[in-house]
T-cell receptor
């Protein structure tokens, strides 16, 4: 099925560990996004890529880096995880409307 | 800075009891207002896009309307399967980023 695929679905990290969240879309969309969702705060944009080869900061970029590997793939990296980064992370792609992945539930202890 | 405020935070309804959710927004140059449905443990699922004041869209028991300052999502004769969190988002200016509200969690009891 066409859509946005995120891996892993669940992850537990210790403070200071690093990890990369993977995202791939097969809809040939130009734009891709990383959001985090926390209770009571809605979805907040971390980074986005308007097209292959470009990335820009969103509302809450501190502590994260991204790579737009090609048109299909957009990864999010936590270099040194902190408990404040415990959240649910969603990747999305769009031309005009957004399609979201099913999320990665990350806990940092 | 774009601002999106949804109310109420939570809504408990009896099956068949119609109600409305509100999304008020402050943006410069609205391109579109989006409604999404999110079930527990899943990503948001697209419902509607509204582009201009006065526009209305319907899907089954849901109807979305738009004014210059707010949007309403009307749920007519809801069923338990309409239980979900409903998210509102705006797209403004010259890019395709979405700014989301915090959502309204709707629970429909049989």
């Amino acid at each position: 099925n066409a859509g946005v695929t995120q891996t892993p679905k669940f992850q537990v990290l210790k403070t200071g560990q690093s990890m990369t969240l993977q995202c791939a879309q097969d809809m040939n969309h130009n734009s891709m996004y990383w959001y985090r969702q926390d209770p009571g705060m809605g979805l907040r944009l971390i980074y986005y890529s308007a097209s292959e080869g470009t990335t820009d900061k969103g509302e809450v970029p501190n502590g994260y880096n991204v790579s737009r590997l090609n048109k299909r793939e957009f990864s999010l990296r936590l270099e040194s995880a902190a408990p404040s980064q415990t959240s649910v992370y969603f990747c999305a792609s769009s031309e005009y409307g957004y399609t979201f992945g099913s999320g990665t539930r990350l806990t940092v202890v | 800075e774009d601002q999106v405020t949804q109310s109420p935070e939570a809504l408990r309804l009896q099956e068949g009891e119609s109600s409305s959710l509100n999304c008020s927004y402050t943006v410069s140059g609205l391109r579109g207002l989006f409604w999404y449905r999110q079930d527990p443990g899943k990503g948001p699922e697209f419902l509607f896009t509204l582009y201009s004041a006065g526009e209305e869209k319907e899907k089954e028991r849901l109807k979305a309307t738009l004014t210059k300052k707010e949007s309403f999502l009307h749920i007519t004769a809801p069923k338990p399967e309409d239980s979900a969190t409903y998210l509102c988002a705006v797209q403004a200016g010259n890019d395709y980023k979405l700014s989301f509200g915090a959502g309204t969690t709707v629970t429909v009891r049989a």
